[in-house]
């Protein structure tokens, strides 16, 4: 598995999440097995968001990431900026 983490700076939360969980659809259709996200407890206006692909459909995910469809779900969503972003690689588990 792969996981792509993004940090996006929105302009509010409960907006970004309506268009989050609008598009879960076309994230699956380009290789998204599901996402996470997360918040810091002192600023409501940032969004981290860790998404889990399968290996074999990086490649499309990360293109579908960089199209110009998807800019215009970020900029419905109210996302400000992409603040960070990178392709993740799970080196470690451990319960507990």
Known sequence: MAYIYAKHE?????RWER?????????????S??????RPSDDENTVIVLQEVADDRL?????????AEFAETLESAGV??????AVL????EQDA
């Open 80 to 85: 400000v900026s992409m603040a960070e972003s």
């Open 59 to 67: 490649d499309e995910a990360l293109g579908y990431y960089d199209s």
């Open 33 to 38: 097995l599901g996402t996470q996200a997360f």
């Open 19 to 31: 268009h989050h969980e609008a598009n879960a659809d076309r994230r699956a259709a380009h290789g």
């Open 10 to 14: 929105i302009e509010d939360y409960e």
């Open 89 to 92: 690689e799970k080196v470690h």
